[in-house]
């Protein structure tokens, strides 16, 4: 094009000197808004010339995406976050339990009290390893005998209710054990409450308390001897653990009660 000569519509070559509708694009000039609208350019495609309305529309959407994207990714990262922090602490609480106080590993030690649920806390004050003297049978009956390789052991424990109204003792009762390096647990109310039937113990006897006032109001405190028949070579290793009682919907859950560990020694 020469330095005088008039320029001309890109699309038709038509001078655009003079012409009204004449626009220019860049270094592009056309003759007419249609030719304007339908230049192709080097690629052959038809160049979209968007107006300052929908460019704005068209960032404003792209903003609205990133933000979204932006929000997914941080809320992702967040869940990734908490369930981490929710495991972790879960861990951390499961490793407190089997190794804190009154786990197997540190159990409760002797004359100290610890809860041990439902309200109760127990404390264990002495043991009298070998009881087979001390526990009796009925005077009515011939004079009790301890089976071969087995051995009474007698406790004198207090158990405290400090929950509210009111509780019976023999629930505390039927979650009371003790145990012995064979791992073969003794259950209180079972038949190794110093053999089975009734067992006389010296005063106070607090199995005879629970079977005869079973109900403890708030506040009240039971003291007297607990007995259990083991076997001779448990006595040695000999610990008593605590079930604490599970919630209504336990079972359907397949939860386990956790245990209160205490030491006899």
Same mark, same amino acid.
């Given at each position: 094009?020469?330095?005088?000569?008039?320029?001309?519509?890109?699309?038709?070559?038509?001078?655009?000197?003079?012409?009204?509708?004449?626009?220019?694009?860049?270094?592009?000039?056309?003759?007419?808004? $249609?030719?304007?609208?339908?230049?192709?350019?080097?690629?052959?495609?038809?160049?979209?010339?968007?107006?300052?309305?929908?460019?704005?529309?068209?960032?404003?959407?792209?903003?609205?995406?990133?933000? !979204?994207?932006?929000?997914?990714?941080?809320?992702?990262?967040?869940?990734? !976050?908490?369930?981490?922090?929710?495991?972790?602490?879960?861990? $951390?609480?499961?490793?407190?339990?089997?190794?804190?106080?009154?786990?197997?590993?540190?159990?409760?030690?002797?004359?100290?009290?610890?809860?041990?649920?439902?309200?109760?806390?127990?404390? !264990?004050?002495?043991?009298?390893?070998?009881?087979?003297?001390?526990?009796?049978?009925?005077?009515?009956?011939?004079?009790?005998?301890?089976?071969?390789?087995?051995?009474?052991?007698?406790?004198?424990?207090?158990?405290?209710?400090?929950?509210?109204?009111?509780?019976?003792?023999?629930?505390?009762?039927?979650?009371?054990?003790?145990?012995?390096?064979?791992? &073969?647990?003794?259950?209180?109310?079972?038949?190794?409450?110093?053999?089975?039937?009734?067992?006389?113990?010296?005063?106070?006897?607090?199995?005879?308390? !629970?079977?005869?006032?079973?109900?403890?109001?708030?506040?009240?405190?039971?003291?007297?001897?607990?007995?259990?028949?083991?076997?001779?070579?448990?006595? $040695?290793?000999?610990?008593?653990?605590?079930?604490?009682? +599970?919630?209504?919907?336990? &079972? +359907? $859950?397949?939860?386990?009660?956790?245990?209160?560990?205490?030491? +006899?020694?």
């Amino acid at each position: 094009m020469g330095l005088f000569r008039s320029p001309q519509c890109v699309v038709c070559g038509r001078s655009v000197k003079g012409l009204e509708d004449a626009r220019q694009e860049g270094k592009l000039w056309f003759c007419s808004p $249609s030719h304007h609208l339908s230049y192709r350019g080097p690629t052959g495609k038809v160049k979209q010339h968007r107006g300052p309305l929908r460019r704005a529309l068209r960032w404003t959407l792209i903003a609205f995406g990133v933000l !979204i994207a932006l929000i997914v990714v941080l809320a992702v990262v967040g869940a990734f !976050i908490g369930t981490a922090t929710n495991s972790k602490a879960a861990k $951390s609480a499961r490793k407190t339990v089997a190794s804190g106080p009154g786990s197997r590993a540190h159990p409760i030690p002797l004359r100290r009290s610890a809860a041990v649920g439902g309200g109760w806390k127990l404390r !264990i004050i002495s043991v009298t390893w070998n009881a087979d003297r001390l526990a009796k049978g009925p005077a009515s009956l011939p004079p009790r005998h301890v089976p071969v390789g087995a051995q009474d052991v007698m406790l004198l424990v207090t158990a405290t209710f400090i929950g509210g109204g009111h509780a019976f003792a023999n629930d505390l009762a039927d979650r009371i054990y003790v145990i012995g390096k064979h791992n &073969a647990p003794y259950q209180l109310t079972s038949g190794n409450g110093c053999g089975p039937g009734e067992v006389y113990l010296p005063p106070p006897d607090l199995e005879y308390t !629970i079977g005869r006032d079973g109900q403890v109001f708030s506040g009240r405190t039971l003291r007297g001897h607990i007995c259990f028949e083991v076997a001779k070579n448990d006595v $040695s290793s000999l610990r008593l653990y605590v079930k604490r009682p +599970l919630p209504a919907n336990a &079972a +359907l $859950s397949g939860q386990q009660p956790s245990l209160v560990w205490f030491a +006899l020694r």
